[in-house]
């Protein structure tokens, strides 16, 4: 999905470090962020320990002093950088991290940056409201679930899917009147029949009140949101029902989303960090540590809670094959 937000900009970088006098400068630009880092001569032989979000740098310049200029220069859609909505802005959050230890020890610098920017009008693609998919109501919320094409801009002309590629499932709730919205999958299921029985046989995708268990097995994630009020999590396809009709049940939660909870959030795990990592806000992914054992129910807390504002979603049927045969197959969309 390609922006082009041509919109003033404004830098918010929030130094946390002890390390004192840091010479950093960040530019926010028109879809990309560029960084240049000034480090001393005795951090130069470690520059490969040095992070923008999960990306390494691009270039290195040597100084006559023996320090030098590290640069980073990347799409605000690389490097897992967060993207939130606030209101009216677009906020891009990540942080330079200095790594010169091996994990678990945790990072000597760390220096977090925002980049914020005016919502343009539209930002929610139109051709997502309301047309095909799931659409369920619930009061005066409207929830959607629908399969997403590859370039993640309408629905899905196909239900075929080969096995091992993504599926991206998104799922909405239409605010209306409401208070502003923070869409979550609580637990998602994939099952053969189109409703759970006590008997049925189910794949687990998301558990534990919002953990994506899938991303522990393959490679699926959560993408970065454009809208608190919608959510998509990029399903690599798996073998469970192969060649059979599939249907992924979810239970979707419409939540505050100035209140994020270890029983209201969406959090998936990151490999090459072996850790999990809350999507909203990364620095409070200590939300997320439960996922390993068991996200206990607690006292239900705010008001949308107490009003139950939530669905069991259905979407499906979708056909998963082996890429030899799913040429001999025909959509049934």
Not at 82 to 98: D, E, G, I, P, Q
Not at 113 to 119: L, S
């Amino acid at each position: 999905m390609v922006m082009h937000l041509n919109l003033g900009v404004l830098i918010v970088a929030v130094f946390t470090s002890t390390v004192a006098d840091a010479d950093i400068t960040v530019d926010c630009k028109n879809g990309s962020v560029s960084v240049t880092w000034r480090i001393g001569a005795e951090v130069v032989p470690y520059a490969h320990r040095l992070f923008l979000g999960s990306c390494m740098p691009l270039h290195m310049s040597t100084l006559p002093t023996g320090d030098a200029d590290v640069e980073f220069d990347y799409n605000l859609n690389d490097c897992k950088i967060t993207r939130m909505m606030k209101r009216k802005r677009l906020v891009y959050k990540t942080a330079l991290t200095f790594r010169p230890y091996p994990k678990p020890q945790p990072a000597t610098f760390t220096y977090p940056i925002e980049c914020v920017y005016k919502r343009p009008d539209g930002w929610v693609p139109p051709s997502l409201y309301p047309g095909s998919g799931v659409s369920e109501g619930r009061g005066e919320l409207i929830f959607h679930m629908a399969l997403l094409n590859e370039e993640l801009t309408a629905i899905a002309n196909t239900n075929i899917i080969p096995l091992g590629s993504f599926m991206p499932i998104w799922a909405a709730v239409e605010q209306k009147s409401h208070q502003p919205l923070l869409l979550l999958m609580e637990e998602c299921v994939a099952a053969t029949t189109s409703e759970l029985q006590p008997d049925s046989q189910v794949y687990p995708i998301i558990t534990n009140k919002g953990c994506l268990l899938d991303s522990i097995r393959g490679n699926s994630r959560f993408l970065p949101r454009y809208h608190t009020s919608a959510l998509t999590v990029y399903l690599q396809s798996f073998k469970f029902g192969l060649g059979e009709e599939v249907y992924i049940h979810c239970k979707l939660v419409a939540w505050d989303p100035e209140v994020l909870t270890e029983n209201r959030k969406a959090c998936h795990y990151l490999k090459e960090n072996e850790s999990w990592e809350l999507l909203d806000d990364p620095n409070r992914s200590t939300l997320c540590s439960c996922c390993d054992s068991s996200c206990k129910s607690r006292a239900k807390r705010g008001i949308i809670e107490s009003q139950g504002l939530g669905k069991n979603a259905v979407l499906g049927p979708l056909i998963i094959v082996d890429h030899s045969e799913s040429k001999d197959r025909k959509s049934l969309v």
